[in-house]
């Protein structure tokens, strides 16, 4: 079992629709959950982390943090067609090593 | 702020042969974190050097080596290629407090063809 499942997609929306991607884990040890946007061929960009669980908003972005569910969530609002790229979920114990999700693919239809 | 830097950003090399990819972190970063990621995947982990060390390791043979400058620049040194170490090859920054860390930012990456 992988220590960190994420759904592939690709996950295609229409412009302004409300978007959600997810990731569960098997490690309760994991404290720190960030999420990163790829696009193609360039290197990951971070858009949120959390510290344990709650949520955490910035702009159109919410993050959700479920430790006892061992899941996280990342909410996209009024998405654009410039939110499409590869969303990857990334966690760990502190920040020496992250284990990622293998990325969902999300493509935004103007 | 220049953020992380890497070079080269594309690379072929032959099976068997040798290859160095370079790290510059972000402005006031000074720990370095190598990841590999192949074609379709997460990011791996390779290992994390702090203080001129390598701190952590992860599931990767010996063939994968690294060193860390004064400077915090860094080197990943990989030996006696295979076709299957062809992937992106990215590098993050962060800033070691205490015993956690800032966020680490990601490079754009050195894409490695071997052939």
């Known amino acids: 079992q992988k220590e960190v499942e994420q759904d592939p997609g690709p996950l295609s929306v229409p412009e302004g629709a409300i978007v959600s991607l997810n990731c569960t884990y098997s490690?309760?040890?994991?404290?720190?959950f960030m999420w990163y946007r790829q696009y193609s061929r360039k290197g990951p960009e971070l858009l949120m982390y959390t510290y344990s669980s709650g949520n955490k908003e910035d702009g159109r972005f919410t993050a959700q943090v479920d430790k006892s569910s061992k899941y996280i969530s990342l909410f996209i609002r009024d998405s654009q067609p410039s939110d499409s790229a590869t969303y990857l979920c990334a966690m760990g114990y502190n920040f020496n090593k992250f284990y990622f999700g293998s990325g969902t693919k999300l493509n935004v239809k103007p | 702020d220049a953020g992380v830097t890497q070079s080269p950003t594309h690379l072929i090399k032959t099976r068997g042969q040798q290859v160095t990819l370079r790290c510059s972190p972000k402005s006031g970063h000074d720990t370095v974190s190598w990841y590999q990621q192949a074609l379709g995947q997460g990011p791996q982990f390779i290992f994390q050097y702090y203080e001129e060390e390598e701190r952590q390791r992860g599931n990767f043979p010996d063939r994968f080596s690294g060193h860390q400058f004064p400077n915090y620049s860094s080197e990943l040194n990989v030996n006696a290629l295979l076709l299957g170490d062809s992937a992106l090859y990215l590098c993050?920054?962060?800033?070691?407090?205490?015993?956690?860390?800032?966020?680490?930012?990601f490079g754009q990456g050195t894409r490695l063809t071997v052939v």
């Open positions: 993050a920054s962060s800033h070691t407090k205490w015993e956690t860390d800032t966020e680490a930012f």
């Open positions: 490690n309760s040890a994991f404290q720190y």
